[in-house]
């Protein structure tokens, strides 16, 4: 199974729950194809939900990084949310744990954008 | 379920083609054989994902989707080690040189982890140039930690 990606909408916060994996190919372009869509539109909050994220890889990580760099260049924000321990562990072995904004809760999540 | 303390013994080779799907055959080979060794599923994950970010390397950046090159797939298991080997058609790369993937300037980078995440998750890698050309890699995880 590859990627599965729905968004809603939360006042003005955009989750995008994202469900399976986030690998190079179909998985890591279509989350790519989407955070592009949401900043060409000009959604400035965006809430990634990895709850259902079964699997991701070096390319998937790359994908989380490319849109955090390009949301956040155009003045907006994203965040994670129900990170696993397998998503966990690959963001904190490349350090990257530290560089987003990493939530438990979906309430608190949306409370925390600016 | 394996026993690591006994592990089975067993021997996989493939030629695999230089697409995605071969990233995911030679995962599945790989995980079967390191299941019934008796790899635990943490070791799995790792072993998996490690596979998964060679056999990209191999498909991806050394054979560059060429279907006219292949790639040359195995795994095998011993009473001591789990070792995998895959080797591609490429023109060579220098796995000695490679930027550090955690130093500030490259963090933000949106590739270049792969590598990193091999050596991370295994416990033994190392590359070597093939003659006339291509490179082969060979990771190993022991059956019981260092």
Redo the contacts between chains.
């Keep these: 199974m590859s990627v599965k990606l729905s968004t809603r909408q939360v006042g003005d916060v955009a989750v995008i729950d994202v469900a399976g994996r986030i690998?190079?190919?179909e998985g890591s372009s279509a989350l790519r194809e989407n955070l592009r869509d949401m900043v060409s539109k000009n959604q400035k909050k965006i809430l990634l939900n990895l709850g259902e994220v079964s699997y991701i890889?070096?390319?998937g990580?790359?994908?989380l990084?490319?849109g955090?760099?390009t949301v956040t260049n155009s003045g907006g924000q994203l965040k994670l949310l129900n990170l696993n321990k397998?998503v966990k562990d690959?963001l904190q072995?490349?350090?990257?744990y530290t560089?987003f904004d990493v939530h438990e809760d979906e309430a608190g999540a949306i409370r925390s954008f600016a | 379920m394996g026993d690591l303390s006994r592990p089975r013994p067993e021997s996989v080779e493939r030629s695999l083609d230089s697409t995605l799907e071969s990233v995911d055959q030679a995962e599945d080979l790989a995980l079967g054989v390191a299941r019934r060794a008796g790899f635990d599923e943490e070791d799995l994950i790792k072993i998996g994902l490690a596979v998964r970010e060679s056999m990209v390397n191999a498909v991806v950046h050394g054979n560059r989707y060429n279907t006219n090159k292949k790639v040359r797939f195995s795994v095998s298991m011993n009473a001591s080690r789990l070792t995998v080997r895959i080797a591609d058609e490429g023109e060579g790369f220098d796995y000695a040189h490679l930027p550090d993937p955690l130093t500030p300037e490259n963090l933000l980078r949106t590739s270049g982890r792969g590598i990193f995440l091999i050596r991370s998750f295994m416990d033994d890698f190392h590359a070597r140039r093939l003659e006339p050309g291509g490179t082969e890699v060979t990771l190993v995880k022991f059956a019981v930690s260092k």
Excluded: A, N, Y
């Excluded at chain 1, 072995?93 to 990257?96: D, E, G, N, R, S």
């Design positions: 690998t190079l190919g890889d070096s390319s990580i790359g994908e990084v490319s955090f760099t397998r690959l072995i490349t350090k990257l560089v």
